[in-house]
């Protein structure tokens, strides 16, 4: 299949103008900078780059849309999202899994890390048409229980038939709510089954204390879930160290990271990457958040992700780029599309978010008008844009998308 695009935007290199794209067997075989006229798509009104990579998201969660609203308290949030969550009916939950997927496909979102609690949902959200890594949210403070609960995952890994479009990872959910010995079991299980690993990490301020000194919020949360475990001691450490101790930081996706100013040069030595959230930190209404300039000056990855509809009002990806301009003014909108392409797709491990020969072709076009003389990197940050305009995953366009059916 030939494209031909007004502008590209590789993400390895710089823009290309009036060119062609041609693809074959869902690949990138090569980009023209000239057009050869017999093309199958005529995009000569567009601007293409890489799909967005949504790196973190609870899609189960999507029901709960605009039924909570931010607590001073992190545990109180926790208090309300639990009986909403228990509530759902699964036919609800899957509707919301649906219109929240409808919603990030046409804000240009083609690939997706998502935690999944409930592995009977795994063939439901595999089947979205993302690319996806699917990470098996695993809860369990209580070290005794930590055995059972990994037998139980081995079970789901050795049993779920991987599709070509998703694969398992493993998601040990925080510091405060897994067990040292869960954490280290997961660790040698994603070694084992060479998963992905992700975790949310220093999201908020008592969790540091929670490991450091002890924090009376999460512990009382715990008791009152019947999930204390009287044995735990705090180790004395910020998350990094504690999670790098029980050596659990060379293969982390670390959601969040708001409070690692500290932690920086381990972080750095063991490559984490790192997932922001624009709009759940706007949503908490966070002051102090995940330092991504200094993060991306020491040349670490970071990626961007939605997270759940329990922290959002919204998964619209086009507000989350724009979230993060606004958040990050010292980080240019050629950075934050970097974070939102090939940053998620080097945290998941996916072969996406570039647009080069060999790559996936999957790829997201936005209409510009004849006369447009700015910059290409601002297209997508346009207040105007709610949706893409042409949508492609595996090279296969979408249908939900006019410009995206190719010619009779
Ligand atoms: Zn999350």
Request: hydrophobic share 40%; aromatic share 8%.
């Amino acid at each position: 299949m030939k494209i031909k695009f007004r502008a590209l935007l590789t993400m390895c290199g710089d823009p290309v103008e009036n060119g062609e794209l041609i693809i074959d067997g869902g690949n990138i075989v090569e980009i023209s900078t000239t057009q050869s006229g017999n093309d199958d798509v005529d995009l000569s009104d567009c601007l293409l780059m890489p799909g967005f990579v949504n790196a973190h998201c609870h899609l189960s969660l999507t029901a709960l849309e605009k039924k909570l609203s931010p607590s001073d308290s992190f545990a109180d949030w926790i208090r309300a999202l639990i009986p909403l969550n228990s509530a759902l009916d699964n036919e609800s939950r899957i509707r919301g899994i649906r219109a929240g997927a409808e919603v990030m496909k046409r804000s240009g979102v083609t690939a997706l890390g998502d935690y999944v609690a409930e592995p009977e949902l795994l063939p439901v959200i595999g089947e979205l048409g993302f690319r996806s890594v699917l990470f098996l949210e695993t809860i369990g403070f209580q070290s005794q229980k930590a055995l059972a609960l990994c037998k139980n995952l081995e079970e789901v890994l050795q049993r779920e038939c991987v599709s070509p479009l998703y694969q398992l990872g493993l998601a040990p959910h925080a510091p405060y709510s897994v067990s040292p010995d869960l954490f280290r079991r997961l660790a040698q299980l994603a070694e084992q089954y060479h998963c992905p690993l992700s975790c949310h990490v220093a999201e908020i301020k008592e969790e540091s204390r929670f490991l450091v000194i002890g924090d009376n919020s999460l512990e009382e949360l715990l008791k009152e879930r019947s999930a204390w475990d009287p044995e735990w001691q705090p180790p004395y450490k910020t998350p990094m160290q504690y999670l790098s101790s029980l050596e659990i930081l060379d293969r982390l996706i670390a959601v969040h990271c708001n409070f690692v100013s500290d932690d920086l040069d381990i972080m750095e030595e063991k490559k984490v990457s790192t997932v922001f959230c624009p709009k759940s930190t706007a949503w908490f209404g966070r002051t102090q958040f995940m330092p991504v300039r200094a993060l991306l000056d020491r040349g670490m990855n970071v990626a961007l992700g939605t997270d759940s509809l329990a922290s959002n009002d919204s998964l619209n990806f086009l507000d989350e780029l724009r979230t993060a301009d606004k958040l990050l003014p010292d980080v240019s909108r050629q950075e934050i599309l970097t974070m939102a392409t090939s940053g998620g797709a080097e945290a998941l491990g996916l072969q996406c978010g570039t647009l080069a020969s060999g790559q996936k072709a999957d790829l997201i076009g936005f209409r510009v008008s004849p006369s447009y003389s700015g910059l290409w990197w601002d297209v997508p940050f346009e207040p105007h844009r709610c949706e893409v305009d042409f949508y492609s995953v595996d090279g296969e366009p979408d249908a939900l998308f006019p410009l995206s059916r190719p010619k009779a």
